[in-house]
């Protein structure tokens, strides 16, 4: 709460742009958000932490990663486009333990264990139910290292021609927060960093989701796909 409270102060300057290579954005916001984090996380745990902005900084209990995203959706913060969040999950090697995503412009707070359950604002959360693609709502977008070559954007638009809705919210983190409280059914994206969506697939699946996720062989980059356990259980009958 503390790290979403800073994003409120005018006179920080936050929407300061410190660096920006190609489409990637980085602002004074998401070092200051990044600063009380991992602060916060050092004081209370020995583990490790993978953070955007720092990288990895080892602890002495290295079976548990802390990865941070102090702001996933910097350009939508700084050009006043209130889809932005903080992200902090818990993993063990390559399994999802626990997700936290706050939206301080919202006070929505999402947290999930897997196998435990999510929640938003302390309610018990789950995904949908709906089954069928045509009633569908994609979340999805497009990485700053994205091919845009026809080609690739043909095979962009014949995959989700086939949901109801395509929304492009310029967070991956919220994106998969969304389907975790059955506001959206699907979050799809390819050479994703692992930072902007770690929080949001253990929500996912603390939510009853079902996620597919692999590492690229860019560093740190992930490709994703998150649904309800009733499209998922559909797309396997229709392989059979």
């Known amino acids: 709460m503390a790290?979403?409270?800073?994003?409120?102060?005018?006179?920080?300057e936050l929407a300061t742009i410190d660096s920006e290579v190609g489409r990637d954005i980085k602002t004074r916001a998401d070092r200051?958000?990044?600063?009380?984090?991992?602060?916060?996380?050092?004081?209370?745990?020995?583990?490790?932490?993978?953070?955007?902005?720092?990288?990895?900084?080892?602890?002495?209990?290295?079976?548990?990663?802390?990865?941070?995203?102090?702001l996933d959706g910097s350009l939508n913060y700084i050009r006043g486009i209130p889809l932005c969040c903080i992200s902090i999950a818990l993993w063990e090697g390559e399994s999802p333990l626990l997700g936290v995503l706050y939206d301080f412009n919202r006070s929505e707070l999402f947290t999930g264990i897997t196998g435990k359950g999510a929640w938003l604002n302390?309610?018990?959360?789950?995904?949908?139910s709906v089954s069928k693609k045509q009633s569908a709502v994609l979340c999805t977008g497009f990485p700053v290292s994205t091919d845009?070559?026809?080609?690739?954007?043909?095979?962009?638009?014949?995959y989700v021609r086939q949901y109801k809705k395509?929304?492009?919210?310029?967070?991956?983190a919220?994106?998969?927060?969304?389907?975790?409280?059955?506001?959206?059914?699907v979050y799809m994206e390819n050479d994703i960093k692992i930072w902007d969506v770690a929080?949001?697939?253990?929500?996912?699946?603390?939510?009853?989701?079902i996620v597919e996720f692999r590492s690229t062989a860019q560093g740190n980059t992930y490709n994703v796909k998150a649904t309800n356990h009733v499209l998922?259980?559909?797309?396997?009958?229709?392989?059979?």
């Open 3 to 12: 790290a979403g409270a800073l994003f409120f102060k005018p006179d920080l």
């Open 122 to 128: 302390g309610t018990k959360i789950e995904v949908s």
């Open 166 to 172: 395509v929304r492009l919210l310029g967070t991956a």
């Open 148 to 158: 845009f070559s026809p080609e690739i954007l043909m095979t962009f638009v014949q």
């Open 199 to 209: 929080a949001g697939i253990a929500l996912v699946k603390a939510a009853g989701g």
């Open 32 to 70: 200051e958000s990044e600063r009380i984090i991992i602060n916060y996380l050092r004081e209370r745990s020995g583990f490790s932490i993978l953070s955007e902005e720092s990288g990895v900084l080892e602890g002495k209990d290295k079976r548990f990663t802390w990865i941070v995203d102090p």
């Open 232 to 240: 998922a259980a559909c797309e396997v009958l229709k392989a059979l």
């Open 174 to 185: 919220l994106s998969l927060a969304y389907v975790a409280t059955g506001r959206a059914e």
